[in-house]
Nanobody, 129 residues
Framework: AVELIESGGGSVQTGGSLRLSCPTS????????MAWFRQAPGKEREGVAA???????EYADSVKRRFTISKDAPKNILYLEMSSLKPEDTAMYYC???????????????????????WGQGTLVTVSS
C-alpha cells in the first residue's frame, strides 16, 4: 500500500515560513499528480498546490507567489514551501497522490480532491497574528 506521511507543520507568526514534507514510500509516479490540500475547522477541504511527474504545477489563487510545491524524485519526497504565512492559512495540511497511470486522466482537475486515491494523516499549521 502507498504510505503518505506528512511532517513539518507547526506554529508560526504572520509572515513566517514553513516547509512541509511528504515521503512517498512504495509510490510509482507515472502520468499522475501529487498535491497538497488543507482543511480549516468548519470548512471544506481545498486544494492548495499540485505537481505531476513532469513538473507541471497548479496553485490555488490564495497561495500563488507565496507557496511552492516541488518534488525530489530520486528520494520520492513531495514538499510544500510556504512563506508570507497568514492567519487564514491555518489548517490541517494533507498530502495526496493519484494512482500511477499509463495515460494521464483529466476527469478531475489537479486541485479537485476526487482525483486522489491516497491520502496522508495530515500535519497541522497554525499561523498567529
Amino acid at each position: 500500500a502507498v504510505e503518505l506521511i506528512e511532517s513539518g507543520g507547526g506554529s508560526v507568526q504572520t509572515g513566517g515560513s514553513l516547509r512541509l514534507s511528504c515521503p512517498t514510500s512504495r509510490y510509482s509516479w507515472s502520468n499522475s499528480f501529487m498535491a497538497w490540500f488543507r482543511q480549516a475547522p468548519g470548512k471544506e477541504r481545498e486544494g492548495v498546490a499540485a505537481i505531476n511527474d513532469r513538473g507541471s504545477t497548479e496553485y490555488a489563487d490564495s497561495v500563488k507567489r507565496r507557496f511552492t510545491i516541488s518534488k525530489d524524485a530520486p528520494k520520492n519526497i513531495l514538499y510544500l514551501e510556504m512563506s508570507s504565512l497568514k492567519p487564514e492559512d491555518t489548517a490541517m495540511y494533507y498530502c495526496a497522490a493519484e494512482p500511477p497511470r499509463l495515460v494521464a486522466d483529466w476527469k478531475y482537475l489537479p486541485l479537485d480532491a476526487r482525483k486522489y486515491d491516497y491520502w496522508g494523516q495530515g500535519t497541522l499549521v497554525t499561523v498567529s497574528s
